[in-house]
């Protein structure tokens, strides 16, 4: 399944719009991009997923460009709340055994 | 609806004892999934069960590690005996059928396991 490359560490603060990019240059035909949120203690919840162009929701949009190689999240007007870990997933239906999890991006909003 | 529940949220036994987590997944999802995170490693994948069948429990570390799922509702997942380097948090996580779309976890809150 492809691996995803996302950065370690982000920094914004209360009111901005963030957006985290993740690529994956070796995403197949029929997998799927899915962005999960983890918070200290917590198990990670999903928040967002597209195949392609672009997809919003309450919580975040999700940017697809047309080659699929990479896609971004973004959240906008971030507050403390916000501060959790973000993970960028792909994979087909049927294959979440198989996903590759990575570190993900940790992301502090500050005051 | 309930989330998926995990029980005990915090273990902490001895080396060469014996510890069983419990996963309860949300009513009626039939997939259920076993992941680990060793700290300051990644999540890995340990197993999946569709109802009561082990679908693939290629991410088992060895076999101290029993999975179960009797009845295709919740599931235990034993360490016996325990090694240091099983330390770590435990996840479970299930879902629905996927048609379309995919990849679609409901995650409980971790097992977190430390073996002294």
């Known amino acids: 399944l492809a691996k995803t490359t996302q950065p370690i560490s982000m920094d914004s603060y209360e009111g901005q719009e963030v957006n985290i990019t993740c690529s994956h240059n070796?995403?197949?035909?029929?997998?799927?991009i899915t962005w999960y949120q983890q918070f200290p203690s917590q198990g990670p919840r999903f928040i967002i997923q597209?195949?392609?162009?672009?997809v919003t929701n309450e919580v975040a949009s999700l940017f697809i460009p047309a080659d699929r190689k990479s896609s971004t999240l973004s959240l906008p007007r971030v507050s403390l709340s916000d501060t959790a870990v973000y993970y960028c997933l792909v994979g087909a239906a049927g294959n979440n055994r198989k996903l590759i999890w990575g570190l993900g991006t940790s992301l502090a909003v500050n005051p | 609806e309930a989330g998926v529940t995990q029980f005990p949220s915090h273990s902490v036994i001895e080396k060469g004892q014996t510890v069983t987590l419990r996963c309860d997944p949300i009513?009626?999802?039939?997939?259920l999934y076993w992941y680990r995170r060793v700290m300051g490693k990644e999540i890995k994948f340990l197993l999946h069960f569709v109802k009561e069948s082990k679908q693939d429990e290629s991410g088992m570390p060895n076999n101290r590690f029993l999975a179960e799922r009797t009845g295709g509702t919740y599931s235990t997942l034993k360490v016996q005996p325990a090694e240091l380097e099983d330390s770590g948090v435990y996840f479970c996580a299930s879902s629905q059928p996927s048609f379309s779309g995919a990849n679609v976890l409901t995650f409980g809150a971790g097992s977190r396991l430390t073996v002294l």
């Open positions: 070796n995403i197949a035909t029929n997998d799927y």
């Open positions: 009513s009626g999802h039939d997939n």
């Open positions: 597209g195949y392609k162009t672009k």
